[in-house]
Structure formats: C-alpha cells, structure tokens
C-alpha cells in the first residue's frame, strides 16, 4: 500500500487549508501517469492560486504522480519556453503550464496548456475569463480537462456532492465542491434530514424531512430555495430517487400499511404503486437508461437486492451472498450496482456486476454506508463510521483508491454526488 499524502504534501497543503478538511489517500497497484503541473505565472498576486488545486484534483485519484518541480526557473508559460529534454529527464510523461493575467474590467484571465512530454506535443490548450472569486472552480475545469485527456473518461472536479451533518440537535443539508471545500448549507432544521438525492440536471436536491414529526418526501430547488411537499401520505414517506428524466421520483410509502415502492411525480400527485408483495420493499434506484429499478426487499426472508421493470412487472433476485443486502445504486453505465453488505458484524461498501452476477467488496470498514457513484463511475462515495461520528469517504470502483475526508463540520451523513454540470 502507497501512501500518496506525503508525496504531495504542498499541493493537500493548500486545498486542505482552504476547504478545512484533510484528504488521506491511499492506492495499491496500478499505474500512476507522472504530471508536471508547474505554478501558474501571476496566480501569487490572486486570492486563490490555480494550480495547487488542479494538483490535488489530479492526485486525488490515485491515477497520477506529481513529479517534483522544484528548481525550474524561469517558469515557462509558453510553448517556445518548455525545455521538453529536462522534463523526460525528471520522467514526467505530461507537463501543463499556465498564467493568471488581470484584466481591466477587474475579472482575470487564466490560460493553460497540457503537453506529451515525450512527443513533444501539445494534447489541450485553453483560456476562461472569469472573476478572481471563480478561480477555484476554474481550476477544478481545468483538471478535468487534463483528466479526460491523459484517461479519456470525463473527468468530475467541477462536479458537486450534498450530505447531511448533524451538530448536537442540529440538522444541516450541505452542498460543496466534488473535494469538499466551499461548503454551503442550503437547509437546517432542528428535525432529521435524511436521504438526499440530486435531481439529473443537478438543480433540485430531494430528500427526507421530519419537521412535521413524521417522515415525509421534500424536494427543494437550489437556485430559488423553493420547496415542494411531494409525498405527504398516511404513515411513512422516504427514501427518493429520481427517474433519469427528472420527471418523476421512486418513494418508499406505508400508507398502504407495509412498506411499498411507489413513483410519484416530482411536482407531487397520486402516487402508482410499484411493488405489491407482504414484504417490506425500499430504498429504489432507477437504472440509468430509465429501464429497471432496482431496490431492497427481504421477500424472500432476508434484505436482499431486487430488479424490476421500470413500468411494471416480476422482480428478480440480484444477490444471492450473505444474508443482509441493502441500499442499492445503479453505476452511471448501468452495469453495475453499489450496495451495503453485512458481513461478520461489518457493514462495507460492495458492487454487484449485473450480468454476471459477481459480487466485489470494495471497503473494509465496521460501518460504511449510503454509496452513491460519480458520475463517470469511476469512483464511490459514502459515509465511513469512525469513533462512532460519520465522515466522507471514497473508493474507486475497482476498490484501488481510497479516500478519507476528515472534517471538524460534525457528524457526516447520506453522502450523494451530483450529476455532470451542464455548461
């Protein structure tokens, strides 16, 4: 096992002191494309320097090495200033320089650059304008710019995740950046919040509130922070997820007497029922194609993770080890289900292959818990219990990467990554 902390430690330096967090990495095999992203010329002068949070982006991954470039001086910023020769010698395969220029009107311009070391070539090139204050989520384009070229996946930096943290009787819904940093609270209540979940456009977050002494389905627009009662029924309401096109939501209901799959509209209405068994069906997730859903039952005397037709008809049973199953979520492709297993005591974070039917545990933790992709499917995000307080944490999907954000916000709950940003 590589610890990675270290080796980029002045790059977690400064992301860390910005987003008050501390991002432990690990990774175990594989390899690492070694990058060179030297210091962007004029970022010093701003109140945000770009390239130490286009580093820790990369780093993050556990796909990248940061090679040092301590020494190089003057600092290139143009192509006819890169000395391509010393950068093989210091075995990086890829370089990526850039400036910071003010412009007249108060925004700044940020220009970069991403080259083949070895070939000599340049692989991207672009310039934003944006105001000093979006410096960081610059940096973070920047990154999955780089990302996409030097992996060709879609890169998730500029992406954003919501969770729940809880301060003594506090209750607080919070949005931040994919790492963490520039957290936002966009609902607090003195009830429980549980159960967020981010619309497909990425604009409307639904989730579980418990302000009125019962559980009951809200879904609140982040622009406006307007809200909608949309599932208030006789007894419990819980556990959305949205249909692909963002029409409509999966909800578990009691108001038949046991818990049921239902799909209600997300504006509210007459819900349709979706499963009728004397079992307690829950916790669905919509396939990505809108197909199937998938979802937890214990119909056949243990929790367990079903399949569905999306319109209507006989579930099938997906897993088969272990007699405790829960919380499924589709991969963004659909060929793949996260989900919670018990094994021996300890609740960890495993993913099912849908075809086949292989089942790979991913995490080793005591109580790991609510997995939610990335949206390029790369990566894992859930809750990890540690001395009883919940915190944010990662795995790739192949279980290589692991990653442990380490917050003071509180106790950290129901973690769900954000789609794409369209723009």
Not at 42 to 70: C, H, I, K, W, Y
Request: charged share 20%; no cysteine.
């Amino acid at each position: 096992m590589k610890r990675l902390l270290a080796a980029f430690l002045l790059a977690f330096a400064a992301l860390a002191a910005h987003a008050q967090l501390t991002i432990d990495i690990t990774t175990s095999g594989g390899r690492q494309i070694p990058v060179a992203i030297l210091p962007f010329a004029g970022e010093a002068a701003q109140p945000q320097p770009v390239s130490p949070v286009v580093g820790a982006d990369l780093a993050r991954t556990g796909l990248f090495r940061l090679v040092n470039a301590m020494g190089v001086s003057p600092v290139p910023t143009e192509p006819s200033e890169v000395n391509f020769v010393d950068w093989q010698a210091r075995s990086a395969e890829a370089l990526v320089i850039g400036k910071v220029e003010p412009q007249r009107d108060g925004r700044v311009e940020v220009r970069f650059r991403l080259f083949d070391v070895q070939k000599q070539s340049q692989l991207a090139s672009f310039s934003y304008v944006v105001a000093p204050a979006q410096l960081r989520a610059t940096a973070h384009r920047i990154a999955d710019v780089i990302y996409e070229a030097l992996t060709g996946e879609k890169g998730v930096f500029s992406t954003k995740i919501t969770y729940v943290v809880k301060r003594g009787t506090r209750y607080e819904l919070q949005v931040a950046d994919a790492d963490g940093a520039n957290a936002q609270t966009v609902l607090a209540a003195n009830e429980p919040i549980i159960s967020p979940a981010w619309s497909p456009e990425g604009g409307r977050i639904a989730y579980v509130s418990f302000d009125q002494k019962k559980p009951i389905v809200v879904v609140q627009n982040l622009a406006q922070g307007a809200t909608r009662v949309v599932a208030n029924f006789w007894g419990n309401n819980s556990a959305p997820a949205w249909s692909p096109d963002g029409k409509s939501l999966a909800v578990t209901l009691t108001r038949d007497g046991i818990s049921q799959i239902y799909v209600v509209a997300a504006d509210g209405g007459e819900p349709r029922r979706m499963t009728t068994t004397p079992a307690i069906d829950t916790e669905a997730s919509f396939s990505p194609d809108g197909k199937w859903i998938a979802f937890t039952s214990d119909r056949g005397g243990s929790p367990q993770i079903y399949r569905m037709p999306a319109g209507g008809g006989a579930a099938q049973r997906l897993t088969f080890e272990g007699t405790y199953n829960v919380r499924p979520r589709f991969s963004p492709d659909g060929k793949s289900i996260a989900f919670v297993q018990r094994e021996s005591g300890r609740f960890r974070i495993a993913v099912l292959e849908v075809d086949t039917g292989q089942v790979t545990v991913l995490t080793d933790g005591t109580l790991d818990d609510s997995p939610s992709y990335a949206p390029n499917g790369k990566m894992i995000l859930y809750e990890a219990q540690v001395g009883g307080r919940g915190q944010l944490a990662a795995v790739s999907s192949d279980g290589r990467v692991r990653q442990r954000l380490v917050s003071s916000a509180g106790d950290v709950r129901d973690p769900a990554w954000g789609p794409l940003p369209t723009n």
